[in-house]
């Protein structure tokens, strides 16, 4: 199984993804702020903007993450990761499959890829993702969705079952859970809203 997930991640176990109505800051000044607290790989994710304003937007995001040395993943939008030649997508469960994907963005693209309950776990571990989400952990109000929060006793069984595949754990997450999430199995855990409300601890999770 490809590392470049894990790679990109440099030893560390946060997965930043950004928010404007939470942060109150642009994608790029939110990839600025995360690259001064050590994050390595952050997600976009915009579900407001229109396509082409998100395209503004993750251009200039770009430009900060180059400079910086920061990873960028494009959520959802694998025409704008790859307009843009970010180093990944992340595809949900309604997005364009991961094969489709593949096949569009070649072999040197991070492609994840979130799932809800354990059996769509066990089907996206015969896809080619380099890494499979799992959540909500917890729950949450960050995102609005119908699943049921996984719990830490699926987010061990997941793990089991897909192997070697790097596991990233989402959802209701804050910095004081993060250790239980990544003794259940993650590889990593994302954050969203507990990063600008715990920023001054960020830097010892990555």
Known sequence: MSSIFLNALAGTQLYPITD?????????DQVSHLSRMSAHLVQLREKLLSPLDFYDEAAAALRVARQRDVKL????????????KADGVHLGQDDLPPEAARRLLGSQYIIGFSTHTLEQARRAATMPVDYIAIGPI???????????????????????VIGEIPLVAIGGITLDRSQEVI????????????IWSSHNEVAAFS
């Open 20 to 28: 404007r109505s939470i942060s109150g800051l642009s994608h790029a």
């Open 73 to 84: 993943i494009i959520n959802d939008r694998v025409d704008i990761a790859l307009a843009l």
């Open 138 to 160: 917890f729950t949450t109000s960050t995102k609005q969705s119908a699943e049921a929060p996984v719990g830490l006793v699926e987010l061990r069984q997941v793990r089991q």
């Open 183 to 194: 003794d259940a199995g993650a590889d990593a855990f994302a954050l969203i809203s507990d």
